[in-house]
């Protein structure tokens, strides 16, 4: 009875507790849902406001546009085709800033006298609005006339005032342009008066719409009766020309706008308030002294959350009530908790520490699982120390060949006294991916080669041989140096599967001349050590080896002098960590080698070449200070002696 009673609190509390869980995912889903659509319908209804502001005054300056041209330019380019020059001037007179010019800009006919041979593109922003009209697609086609304004006000050619210009192209006459100053007020009063005409029938959505408000609070189009139904005479804008005009506007027009300047990108508020008992979006934009406002109610901008809304809250309900049951029927035994103590067993032994015992023996079942994991651990123990013993087994014979693939006596050619060579490589693991080798070609010529293969341990060391073996076969062909590399990596890239590859520097030394061929497959720069002063040798890379089939390689040259050291490296040189992480770097190690006049001592029979090498890791050594190594370290090291 106790153990059943147990059971039925436990279920209990488990229930009760995955109700809580259940109803606060639903309601935290329904909150998100909920914040997520309101959002995005606000972001909607900023942007349907901003669009339709945009369009509106859009259509006003273009309209404002045609009806300038209408007044000012349309007579004078008509009688100036029909009539001549002559119906013009007098057309001008009085007129100081109408001109007719050139292409060019050089005016011709004038108003006032005194601008004649000025050149209009003096004027700020003209030049470039003639270029883009000339530029018009329209000007290949039928159109007789293209034009514009500018939008920044400017100075006149006296520079005594400002005003708005407006250039015409009679493409009739392809050398003729018409350049107008246009005043402030007279902008004003046409971009007024177009935007009044263009304010009827402007309706955003189902109830909402635009208006103009002029700078006296002055309504366009105006109410006229109770009965009207459409936008322009609804509740909200009759109640705003009979109450509260001057309210509204010192509501929702407080921004300060430059009045003077005129732009298609101009600046829109859009806000949210209570206007006459309504919950509204509005978005006000000044134009040609007035205001646009677009008012749109929030009732309808939000109508398609509120409906989706609870079309969702319907679905989470019965989705969240199926969830609650199956948990429930799954939950409702008394596993939990020696589940957690199996896996907290389980997470100490994938930690690495095989010794943890798993004993929850409360059931049967626990009983034999807890007995079937330990039996299986204990065999893992058993698996992984005949694994590592046959690992270690194997690096011990993989190192030892490696060791031997490698030349290890020096010096390596005692007859020859015309250079001093010294090589070593110290592997991050028991087997590495560096190598380097050198072989005589000839009587008179020394090839030598330095690489790093991209894998380390067993596949690195596999790869290494098989590079060094090719690459060696085809150098002792007589082939030249990029002759070698193309041909190895034609062969490198043959059954490629793990997707490995090698850098590469081999060199020619031509040891009468003391001239080097050389191919680098994407190494790094050797250093030249010239009277006790090292410089990278930087020669242009090419593509490493196994990376891409198809790639020719370049050969480079490099003339040494008597005395000259070649020292070439692997990145395990100037990648080296120590302790904190920092890396030993191609500064330190150029540093080092501009060892100047004192030049290092030489290392018995290895010369100064085997010195520079013992140099450069006792440096490396005491730079790391015992940190672990995480690559393999290479060097050669080439001394030519002439």
Partial sequence: MKIKSKKTKISRIITIR???????????????????????????????????????????????????????????????????????????????????????GTIFISGNPEFLGQNVRDIEGVSGLIDSLYQNPYAASDAEISYDITFNEVKTLDGKEKCYYMVAVLYSVPDVILVAGVPQDMLDGIGEYCAQTLSLNRTIGLTGGQVIIDKNNNIFPPSTSEEDNVFTESRILRKFDEEAANGLCKMTLPITYNSEVIDTDVDIMIGRDTIFDMDVMYAVQEIYNC??????????????????????????????????????????????????????????????????????????????????????????????AEAAARIDADLAVAKAIQSSALPSVFPPFPEHKEFELFARMDAAKEVGGDF????????????????????????????????????????????APAEVFTKANEKLCEGNDAEMFVTAWLGYLDLKTGLVHIANAGHNPPLLIRDGKAEFVILKP?????????????????????????????????????????????????????????????????????????????????????????????????????
């Fill in 291 to 384: 205001y646009i406002l677009s008012l749109y109610p929030a009732s309808e901008a939000f109508s398609q959350a509120n409906q989706t809304i609870i079309y969702i809250m319907i679905i989470e309900v019965i989705v969240f009530t199926v969830l609650f049951i199956v948990l429930h029927l799954l939950i409702k035994r008394r596993v939990v908790r020696k589940l957690d103590s199996v896996n907290a067993s389980l997470d100490v032994i994938t930690g690495g520490d095989l010794d943890e015992r798993v004993e929850v023996r409360d059931t049967y079942e626990f009983d034999t699982l807890s007995s079937d994991i330990n039996a299986t651990v204990d065999k893992l123990k058993e698996y992984i």
């Fill in 436 to 479: 380097y080798d050198f072989y005589m070609l000839g009587d008179s010529t020394l090839g030598f080669l330095i690489a790093d293969v991209s894998g380390k341990s067993i596949p690195g060391a596999m790869f290494m041989m098989t590079s060094k073996t090719v690459i060696k076969s085809l150098a002792e062909s007589g082939l």
């Fill in 18 to 104: 995955l109700f809580i869980a259940v109803f606060i995912a639903f309601v935290v889903s329904t909150a998100v849902t909920y914040i997520v659509l309101h959002y995005n319908c606000e972001q909607s209804a900023r942007d349907i406001l901003k669009y339709n502001n945009w369009a509106f005054s859009y259509d006003i300056q273009n309209d404002a546009k045609q009806k300038l041209f209408q007044i000012m330019f349309q007579p004078a380019l008509s009688d100036y085709v029909e009539e001549g020059e002559e119906a013009v001037k007098k057309q001008f007179e009085g007129s100081s800033y109408t001109y007719l010019a050139h292409r060019d």
């Fill in 542 to 642: 090419g593509l490493m080896l196994a990376g891409m089939d198809g790639v020719r390689y370049t050969e480079q040259t490099l003339q040494l002098q008597k005395g000259d050291i070649l020292y070439l490296y692997t990145d395990g040189v100037t990648e080296a960590m120590d302790s904190t992480e920092e890396q030993y770097g191609e500064e330190r190690l150029q540093k080092l080698l501009s060892f100047g006049e004192n030049c290092p001592a030489p290392s018995g029979e290895n010369g100064i070449a085997g010195a520079v090498c013992d140099m450069v890791v006792a440096d490396i050594s005491k730079f790391t200070d015992g940190a672990e190594q995480s690559d393999d370290i290479t060097m050669l090291c080439v001394r030519y002696l002439g």
